[in-house]
Nanobody, 126 residues
């Protein structure tokens, strides 16, 4: 059974930084496309960033480009989301997700992902 556990959330002032981690159990992590999504209060879950199983293909939503960086360490079964220059509108619960399809190009669509973490709260104060 695949389990995803996020960590690294917290309260930070606008302009600050946080680094989220997502540890994934299972022997085939290196074949998973990995994604980060977020859900703010009263809003639908939205795509943030995704990285292919190889690490060679990365996509971001426009609102985080130049501020967030997704990366992965296949030796540690972990995917990261480095978040810099945080804004109050980045406040949300952040979820990591795993896509076991093995396709080369990762997806921005939540329905492509088979496994989800429990989420970690990120709060950015103004």
């Amino acid at each position: 059974q695949v389990q995803l556990v996020e960590s690294g959330g917290g309260l930070v002032q606008a302009g600050g930084s946080l680094r989220l981690s997502c540890a994934v159990s299972g022997r085939t992590f290196s074949r998973y496309g990995m994604g980060w999504f977020r859900q703010a209060p009263g809003k639908e879950r939205e795509f943030v960033a995704t990285i292919s199983w190889s690490g060679g293909v990365i996509y971001y939503t426009d609102s985080v480009k130049g501020r967030f960086t997704i990366s992965r360490d296949n030796t540690k079964n972990t995917v990261y989301l480095q978040m810099n220059s945080l804004k109050p509108e980045d406040t949300a619960v952040y979820y990591c997700a795993a896509d076991e399809s093995g396709t080369y190009y990762p997806s921005e669509r939540s329905m492509r992902y088979n496994y989800w973490g429990q989420g970690t709260q990120v709060t950015v104060s103004s």
